[in-house]
């Protein structure tokens, strides 16, 4: 089957390096490499830098080094033998389609969505059932809608919580319920964590899917609150049974991660705490700013307070084309945001909140100074 241009890609790989204020990245802040050794040695790894110098440079096991696989495990209460190490959370979801899906199975989606997460089970021949999250809503998933796609056909229900664009959350009851209904259509669920542990204002975080149940797959990555997005490392947790088959299709296409990120994944993994108050650190003092500059501007945009993640998708108010509305800023400013177009919402704008907060501060100035310039 031919491929769907995934749209966010796109428009992240043609813009994100003439940005001079980043705010279309989804994942906190980047870390360099020596920031991270310097993390591990100030936690008492004081040997990091050296055992870098001792790391071969071969391959390893092909799910992942059971060094990575048993952290992972532990974060799931699970064994080593249920989790795969991928590249990135991207390679988790793409196998899990390839590996679940078979023609004519019906897939559940959440849309608006990380486009992947519908497109890939339609080129996997999915028929697509998607579970719309209504802006009037205030995107607050309505579980009776989801209740009405479902039927014995459904394999999989896809669900990202918390949810790139929109920053909904599901609770653990909603992640209960969702779990119990794919019992009784024997249908699995796919849970993109990706943003997992980030919910705003102080609220609770949801327990990871794959902890309430073996129906759960949690997928997630090092990204987006680990701020390492360029090790290219992401995984899933699931049963034995599923790791077999996605690690089978694995064997294929990359065999296995790169070594040295796996090794540097370890070394994140238990800087796990602090890395993720810096994310939170980090996204706090940007939505309080954001949120703030909306009430500035609310006559330019329509404002929908994100629960969680990294994100928020705001309407505009004065325009529909969001494509435009982008590119200009970019071409006039430098300031890079995602338009809404690229979920297929194009009245909207994707505002990252993951950046320096000087950065994020001086991009919000310019998008000000835009709006003037427009009237
Ligand atoms: C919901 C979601 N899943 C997966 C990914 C892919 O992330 P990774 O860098 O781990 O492949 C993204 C990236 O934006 C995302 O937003």
């Not at 802040?29 to 004081?46: F, M």
């Not at 990091?48 to 952290?71: F, I, N, S």
Request: one cysteine or more; hydrophobic letters at 45%; glycine letters at 8%.
């Amino acid at each position: 089957m031919a491929y769907t241009p995934f749209l966010v890609e796109r428009w992240m790989s043609a813009h994100e390096q003439r940005a001079r204020f980043n705010l279309g990245e989804s994942g906190v802040q980047p870390l360099r490499l020596g920031e991270l050794l310097a993390l591990a040695e100030a936690a008492g790894r004081t040997g990091a830098r050296r055992e870098l110098d001792e790391l071969v440079l071969t391959y390893d096991e092909t799910p992942g080094t059971l060094e990575l696989r048993r952290r992972v495990a532990a974060l799931y209460g699970i064994e080593p033998e249920e989790v795969l190490i991928t590249q990135g959370a991207i390679e988790a979801n793409y196998l899990l389609f390839r590996a679940l899906v078979e023609p004519g199975d019906a897939v559940v989606s959440m849309f608006p969505a990380y486009q992947q997460l519908y497109s890939a089970a339609a080129m996997a021949g999915a028929e697509v059932r998607l579970w719309r999250l209504r802006p009037e809503d205030g995107f607050v998933p309505d579980l009776r809608a989801l209740e009405r796609l479902l039927d014995r056909r459904v394999r999989l229900i896809v669900i990202n919580t918390p949810h790139n664009p929109t920053g909904t959350v599901l609770d653990e009851a909603a992640l209960r319920t969702i779990l119990a209904w794919a019992e009784d259509i024997d249908a699995l669920v796919l849970c993109d964590e990706a943003y997992h542990g980030i919910v705003h204002g102080g609220g609770t975080v949801p327990p990871a899917a794959r902890t309430l149940s073996p129906r759960a797959v949690s997928v997630s990555t090092l990204s987006k609150t680990m701020g390492l997005a360029g090790l290219r490392i992401g995984w899933l947790a699931a049963t034995r049974p599923i790791v077999e088959r996605c690690w089978g299709y694995r064997d294929y296409v990359t065999i296995s991660v790169s070594r040295l990120s796996d090794a540097l994944a370890c070394l994140a993994l238990d800087l796990r705490p602090q890395l993720l108050e810096r994310a939170r650190a980090i996204v706090a003092r940007n939505l309080a700013q954001i949120e703030v500059w909306m009430e500035r501007h609310a006559g330019d945009f329509e404002w929908v307070a994100p629960r969680g993640g990294i994100v928020c998708f705001p309407r505009l108010r004065r325009t529909a084309d969001s494509e435009a509305f982008c590119r200009g800023l970019m071409e006039q400013e430098g300031v890079l945001l995602v338009p809404g177009s690229a979920f297929e919402m194009p009245d909207r704008v994707r505002i990252g909140m993951g950046e320096d907060p000087g950065v994020v501060a001086s991009g919000l100035e310019r998008v000000s100074r835009y709006l003037a310039g427009k009237g």
